[in-house]
């Protein structure tokens, strides 16, 4: 069934709060569109007028999209279910415990895939027993070169892993990039601190708590709600600039893993 004419997946909004322009895919009835359009509000007010029809949408945890509701135009006003911004998408590495999170790892990329650029390593993608190694490769193979912002999914053993914290260290790292990239620690569901409201120290990668606690780093529960979760990545991402005399990478590297 169609849902309607335009798809939007993300909008922006202009400095009185009304749409300024959107990022769409077209409607076929059976399937949307595989190509995204970026057209302005005075496009969007012909097509109304024209009889055409708009609805937001949102990624599924298979990736898919589903339909969240539809646009009204009345008294040459929209309104519109939320969507996130249409803005860059951040150069992103997902640091996470390979043998007990990877279902939240192809959950984040199924819902947010379309908000970041993936810099992610897979299964044996890279194979070293030392910190120094394994970061060298990162780079030369292009995982951690232009990274803006690491992402730690944050289990309850993602504490104990020597490559999370050699994945870290390796963003934090000035010779990596522009700059240092910004840290986001997503606190999983099976997590104890999930749901608390808070972040115990001792519950997460050391590395990624120093910074926790210098201010550098943002700590947030896992959300399913793209728009907050694009404020979460916008918002690490504004740090690794704003807060980045924070930065703490001083802590010698896991030689081990301790679980």
Request: aromatic residues 12%; charged residues 25%; glycine residues 6%.
């Amino acid at each position: 069934m169609k849902w309607a004419d335009y798809c939007v997946s993300k909008l922006n909004l202009d400095e009185h709060g009304m749409i300024d322009s959107i990022l769409y895919c077209e409607d076929m009835g059976d399937t949307l569109g595989s190509t995204f359009y970026e057209k302005n509000r005075n496009w969007m007010v012909q097509k109304v007028s024209n009889g055409n029809s708009f609805c937001s949408i949102k990624k599924n945890d298979n990736g898919s999209w589903n339909k969240i509701g539809d646009f009204t135009y009345k008294n040459g006003l929209f309104s519109w279910f939320i969507v996130p911004k249409n803005i860059t998408r951040r150069k992103t590495f997902i640091s996470y415990y390979h043998k007990e999170d990877q279902y939240f790892k192809e959950k984040f990329k199924a819902l947010f895939d379309d908000l970041i650029v993936n810099k992610s390593v897979e299964d044996n993608d890279i194979d070293s027993d030392n910190s120094d190694g394994y970061i060298k490769q990162l780079i030369q193979k292009g995982y951690l070169a232009d990274t803006t912002l690491l992402v730690v999914l944050i289990g309850k053993n993602t504490k104990h892993r020597m490559h999370i914290d050699w994945e870290i260290s390796g963003a934090l790292n000035v010779k990596v990039g522009e700059k240092y990239s910004g840290l986001l620690g997503i606190i999983l569901p099976d997590h104890p601190d999930f749901g608390t409201e808070k972040a115990t120290y001792n519950l997460m990668p050391a590395r990624l708590a120093d910074n926790f606690k210098s201010g550098y780093a943002v700590i947030r529960d896992w959300t399913d709600d793209r728009v907050k979760m694009q404020e979460y990545i916008e918002l690490a991402f504004e740090q690794r600039t704003s807060n980045a005399t924070e930065r703490v990478n001083s802590r010698p590297q896991m030689q081990q893993n301790t679980n």
